[in-house]
């Protein structure tokens, strides 16, 4: 089981990120537009900079949804691999048994 700070830490980005992420794009799309004039650019990049650094999606780590581990974890399922062979060698996951050999 991971550090519940460390999970509560990684739920927090993720609370962030869904605040602003529609401010996020809207200054991004402004930045990245060259046909408007650099100092409007430049502008909308210091309101970017203004915004919580833990706003930004690659902040947030995928964690798995049983632990909290961090590392391999699987992006379809959000489960780490070592909670993934618990349960399916218990039997909680349909259609998926345990090879052996």
Same mark, same amino acid.
């Given at each position: 089981? =991971?550090? !519940?700070?460390?999970?509560?830490?990684?739920?927090?980005?993720?609370? /962030?990120?869904?605040?602003?992420?529609?401010?996020r794009a809207e200054l991004k799309k402004? +930045?990245?537009?060259?046909? $408007?004039? /650099? @100092?409007?650019?430049? @502008?909308?990049?210091? !309101? /970017?900079?203004? $915004?919580? !650094?833990?706003? =930004?999606? +690659?902040?947030?780590?995928?964690?798995?949804?049983?632990?909290?581990?961090?590392?391999?974890?699987?992006?379809?399922?959000?489960?780490?691999?070592?909670?993934?062979?618990?349960?399916? @060698?218990?039997?909680? +996951?349909?259609?998926?048994?345990?090879? @052996?050999?």
């Amino acid at each position: 089981m =991971a550090k !519940k700070s460390a999970i509560q830490k990684n739920l927090k980005r993720m609370k /962030l990120v869904k605040k602003y992420s529609k401010k996020r794009a809207e200054l991004k799309k402004i +930045i990245n537009n060259k046909k $408007l004039e /650099l @100092s409007e650019r430049f @502008s909308a990049q210091l !309101k /970017l900079n203004k $915004l919580p !650094k833990n706003s =930004a999606k +690659i902040r947030v780590r995928n964690r798995c949804e049983v632990s909290g581990r961090p590392h391999g974890v699987y992006r379809k399922l959000r489960i780490s691999r070592i909670a993934l062979r618990d349960m399916a @060698s218990s039997g909680k +996951i349909p259609g998926l048994t345990k090879s @052996s050999w």
